[in-house]
């Protein structure tokens, strides 16, 4: 059984990625899982109680929490570079992509905090990173098969219809995801007509699209769009347990932070308490020497 798996896994490594060059995008895919995998089950590990032992956030001396994101940054900065000057020399070039791909997890992690500038982790707002997780695996995923959106078309055709091609694809792809279509948008850009067919469908009414064409421009349209996706469809619900399985549910995270806020909170009071105690006898006894001297 094990000399079975370890064929295929070879036939695999040798005919699908070393003959086609995608060995590079398969360790980057295989490090972004397995970090993201990880840095997930280590965040909620720590807001087990049941876990304490579970080594908690990294914290300077200052009191400073050192997001994950950070670590994440750096590790790319360092791999990427290192990337570049091992490029074609194995098994550097390899070690450089896998790290390349444990960063990409340790920053995609953390997602929504690019995009709100706030710490969301664990509110309804932080599950966009998991949505960003998802589709960028599925667009690694799409590579290491081979569907390049590159390779548009035979050289013969020309650099101006190239270029015509690329814009295109763009400007389809990215109707897609301002329509809030984002599955067809990024399976559409490996695959066009996916782009298009997302493209001429129905705008999510949440979307950048419904803002800014429906609504009080068109009810009706906004009628039909909310109609078509109310919240509670299956699709949605499938999305939520899925999210709930990959990330936790944002309620079981906010009652952990709630508990570590009431709990800086009353270690706050209890020193400021403790310095305005010390502040006042000093005060007395400036204002009150001679109690200082009756002591003596």
Known sequence: MTLTVASIFTDFWENQLV??????????LVGFILSFAFIRMSTRLMRSPKVPWWPGSVVSESGVHLHHLVFGIVTMMIAGTLGFAAYGHDPWAGICAFAFGVGIGLTIDEFALWVYLDDVYWAEEGRSSIDATVIAAGAMGLFVIGLNP????????????????????FTVVSICFFKGRRMHGIVGFFIFPFAIYGACRLGKPRSGWARRRYGERNPKKQKKSEDRFPPDRRTERFKEALRDIIGGKPSEGLEAVKDEAVAATKEAADATREAGEEVRQKAEKLTHPEDRRDDD
């Open 150 to 169: 590159f390779e548009l078309g035979d050289e013969s055709e020309g650099i101006p219809a190239t270029i015509v091609s690329v814009l295109l694809l």
């Open 19 to 28: 003959d086609h060059d995608r060995q590079g995008v398969f360790l980057v």
